[in-house]
């Protein structure tokens, strides 16, 4: 309904610096277990998919780092989650 | 034998991080304040720390331009760079006259392998390091992609430049020697917390000369009167492709892919008739204005 | 050439450079690592007014950033104030990066097809004094750390604080792990303003429990539009803006909407609170895409073409969600803090990053003063919090939040009062008009609003507001 921007246009006007390191780590056996997964729809950078065998893939490369991914994680320590590297990361211009 | 010491210079340009280019006018827009290393700026001094590590001669820092240049300097300092040195020189002037300013410092410093960024964001077209070849009358390793020291401590280097078609150039290299590497040959190492602190703030042994104003080279004596204007490719005038094909075939018209066109060849000359055989070929395509 | 990767140790020149600060006390780089009088952590609005007040007052900073330049993390969703500068920097008026002087306020509350507006304009907001300001932040904060580094503290960017160090022997805090090599910083404060995940305070046990209600995420898209058509669209004169708050947005989840003006572009977005969001399994850009469909937004919106889009979260539980704001040797201040009020029309964060973080930087440089820098020696923060507008205003309106993100706020009322206002306008003649008490009953009755909750809510809201 938006006329043009698709979600990858998006994420193409946001500055990143991609840290040698992943700053999320996921424990896959949670997340087979977990039936919400809201990571998935709520993460603003869209960076949870589910995977066909009922776990989550992500990435961390467009992080906006806000946080959202482990506070709506319903499993203790499923999400660890951390600033990446100093100097990586968003870059925002604009905002 | 003990290999003689040799000094490595790292030539490094301050830029924006935040460039911007205006679609319509060509402009750029730069936000000074926060200014820093390119990436490949950051590989060349990352490539000079590790020469420099094996050589035993000092690392020396150098730029072109006026006081916020040095934040440059205070960065390669942190880095682990033994001597920063500043040429005064005014903002955006052309790559010839930044190549002068630069040779005068790394004549100054008696630096022999110099080593420099390929391409920056800011429209740099990596062009200074082959100027500064051509000044300090050195050999030139131009848009490398990986440098290997010789093993047995001399100063002598292999490099691997980029070609067409995937295919690489190894070239070895002796000092005096002018190197520029792309932004992806290797990783700026992380500066320890004490080196940052210790070249965030307060006076630095920055040393800053002023070149004698010089008389212009060639390509400055070409843009005299010259106006300068934003880089465009030029135009060519196509003719539209016939209505009647279907879309496709008129894409593929516009593009020119299978007309005819004339067979590339290579040539094997001097350099100077090298050289004038390119720019007859530019000529005869329309590319150069006289 | 694995044997010189890795940091090189200080080399000579390094050594020989000394420190050069114009502070009577210099910052300690060059044995047993690195340390200052206060470690300041995040180069946000309250770090750099934290390390502005420290750094005048003689002492050695470290402001610690772990984005390339200060604002660059940072986003925000409205209107910033800056009048809490004229203490701290009087003359912020002739440098501060402005977008434009907020002179129109609006709050407006809306269905899907409906919207009400409360309108106000006023052209003294865009003159000295001034009130409210657009303004982007990576150029703001920018800024504002600059003038901490102007005053003598050393920003030190692109440098992560990974966590605490601790006394062995008391256990106080006495500075922060950083990620770059050899990247300890000993401290005698640490002031932690290291935004609304605050792994520091976390770390400090300063957060008691972590309850996602308290929190929000806005999320927010930049639309870039020539000046002038946004003057016109908006009814603006050349430098004023206007800033519209919205209820009733964002499909049924707690939150609401925002549309503000910069110079030559828009930020429209909405704020959601997290649980609800989770639930709802909505996209979070797909309710600013509605946001800018609705036919009260879109035409103001119209042909702007997206140019940055962000992300963040927001801490507005309030006083009830804050933690505690000082232990041993440390300090919080800022997002960190939850010092953010999120009250309705009142939505403001930025003042209340400064005015804490000028706070800490006092209580702490009062602490040094007296030789100490345990929790006793700090707790002239808190105290100097309740008597200025901070906790002040946090106190005062600690119920705010979740009367304005109580269902019948986001929900009913909405509907309630764009129905009444359909009724009152709709002629439907031959019908004579209706009264408007039957209006309203009738409205009521249709949003599923009792009368008592009416009443309950109007004196609730007299005692948050009032």
């Not at chain 2, 490094?12 to 935040?18: C, G, H, P, R, V």
């Not at chain 2, 792309?182 to 320890?192: I, M, N, P, T, Y």
Request: proline share 7%; hydrophobic share 40%.
């Amino acid at each position: 309904m938006d006329a043009g921007v698709s979600f990858e246009d998006r994420m193409a006007t946001v500055e990143f610096t991609i840290a040698p390191d992943a700053h999320i780590v996921v424990d896959g056996d949670s997340c087979r277990g977990c039936t919400t997964k809201a990571c998935i729809s709520a993460c603003p950078a869209g960076l949870f998919v589910p995977t066909s065998d009922g776990g989550v893939l992500f990435n961390y490369e467009q992080c906006f780092e806000c946080g959202t991914c482990y506070m709506v994680c319903n499993v203790a320590g499923a999400i660890t989650w951390n600033y990446p590297l100093g100097g990586h990361g968003v870059s925002f211009h604009r905002s | 034998m003990e290999p003689a010491p040799v000094m490595v210079a790292v030539a490094l340009k301050n830029i924006s991080q935040d460039t911007r280019i205006d679609a319509l006018t060509g402009e750029v827009e730069r936000d000074e304040p926060s200014s820093a290393l390119s990436r490949a700026d950051q590989a060349a001094l990352e490539w000079a720390l590790r020469l420099a590590g094996i050589w035993s001669g000092g690392l020396a820092a150098l730029t072109a331009g006026r006081r916020p240049s040095e934040r440059v300097l205070r960065t390669a300092l942190a880095a682990g760079a033994s001597r920063a040195l500043r040429v005064d020189l005014a903002p955006e002037r052309p790559s010839e006259a930044v190549a002068r300013a630069l040779a005068a410092g790394i004549e100054r410093l008696g630096a022999q392998v110099v080593i420099c960024g390929d391409m920056s964001p800011d429209r740099g077209s990596g062009s200074v390091p082959a100027y500064l070849a051509a000044h300090l009358s050195a050999a030139q390793g131009l848009g490398l992609l990986d440098i290997k020291p010789d093993s047995s401590g001399r100063a002598k280097l292999q490099a691997w430049r980029r070609l067409d078609g995937g295919r690489r150039e190894l070239l070895t290299l002796h000092p005096p020697c002018v190197l520029s590497v792309e932004g992806s040959s290797a990783v700026l190492r992380r500066s320890s917390l004490p080196a940052v602190l210790a070249t965030s703030s307060g006076a630095l042994p920055i040393e800053v000369m002023t070149p004698a104003e010089p008389t212009p080279g060639p390509a400055e004596l070409m843009a005299v009167g010259a106006k300068t204007m934003p880089f465009r490719p030029r135009t060519h005038l196509i003719a539209p492709p016939d209505p009647s094909l279907d879309p496709l075939q008129r894409v593929i018209a516009l593009t020119g892919a299978t007309s005819d066109h004339a067979p590339a060849k290579t040539v094997v000359a001097d350099p100077q008739v090298g050289a004038d055989s390119l720019l007859d070929a530019l000529r005869s395509w329309g590319e150069l204005q006289e | 050439m694995s044997d010189i990767k890795g940091p090189p140790p200080l080399n000579e020149s390094q050594r020989s450079l000394g420190y050069v600060v114009p502070n009577t006390r210099s910052l300690q780089s060059e044995h047993d690592g690195a340390s200052c009088d206060v470690a300041v952590v995040g180069a946000g609005p309250a770090g750099s007014a934290a390390a502005l007040v420290l750094a005048r007052d003689g002492w050695s900073v470290c402001l610690l950033e772990r984005g390339s330049y200060p604002g660059s993390k940072n986003m925000y969703g409205g209107v910033i104030y800056p009048r809490v500068l004229d203490g701290l920097l009087p003359n912020w008026r002739e440098d501060m990066p402005v977008q434009r002087w907020v002179t129109r306020r609006a709050t407006m509350v809306m269905t899907e097809t409906q919207s009400l507006t409360l309108d106000y304009r006023t052209s003294a907001w865009g003159s000295p004094p001034y009130n409210g300001a657009t303004s982007f932040r990576p150029e703001l904060d920018r800024w504002l750390a600059g003038k901490a580094v102007e005053a003598g503290a050393v920003l030190v960017e692109a440098t992560t604080a990974t966590g605490l160090l601790r006394d062995p022997s008391s256990g106080a805090i006495c500075g922060v792990r950083t990620d770059r090599p050899d990247g300890d910083l000993r401290a005698r404060i640490v002031i932690a303003c290291d935004g609304v995940n605050s792994f520091l305070a976390k770390e400090a046990g300063l957060y008691k429990n972590l309850d996602p209600s308290n929190y929000t995420l806005g999320i927010k898209e930049v639309l870039s539009l020539p000046s002038k058509t946004i003057e016109d669209r908006f009814g603006l004169s050349p430098g004023q803006g206007a800033d519209f708050e919205i209820l009733g947005c964002t499909g049924g989840i707690p939150g609401g909407g925002f549309l503000y003006t910069n110079l030559d572009s828009l930020a429209v977005g909405v704020v959601v609170r997290l649980p609800e969001l989770a639930a709802s399994a909505r996209r979070p850009e797909e309710l600013v895409t509605e946001l800018k469909a609705h036919p009260g937004i879109a035409p103001l919106v119209r042909d702007g073409e997206l140019i940055e889009y962000s992300a963040h979260l927001i801490p507005e539980g309030g006083l009830d969600m804050m933690p505690e704001l000082v232990c041993d040797g440390l300090l919080v201040a800022g997002d960190a803090a939850a010092m953010c009020l999120a009250a309705g029309i009142w939505l403001e964060g930025v003042n209340f990053a400064i005015g804490s973080g000028a706070a800490a930087g006092e209580a702490a440089s009062q602490a040094l003063a007296s030789g100490s820098s345990n929790a006793r020696a700090l707790a002239g923060y808190r105290d100097r919090l309740e008597s200025n507008f901070v906790l002040a205003d946090h106190r005062k309106l600690r119920r705010a939040p979740h009367l304005v993100l109580s269902k019948r706020m986001q929900l009913s009322y909405p509907q309630l009062m764009c129905n009444l206002m359909e009724g009152v306008f709709t002629v439907e003649n031959p019908s004579p008009k209706p009264g408007l008490t039957k209006l309203v009953l009738r409205e009521a009755k249709r949003s599923g609003v009792s009368l008592t909750e009416l009443l309950s809510d109007a004196w609730t809201a007299f005692r948050t507001f009032g």
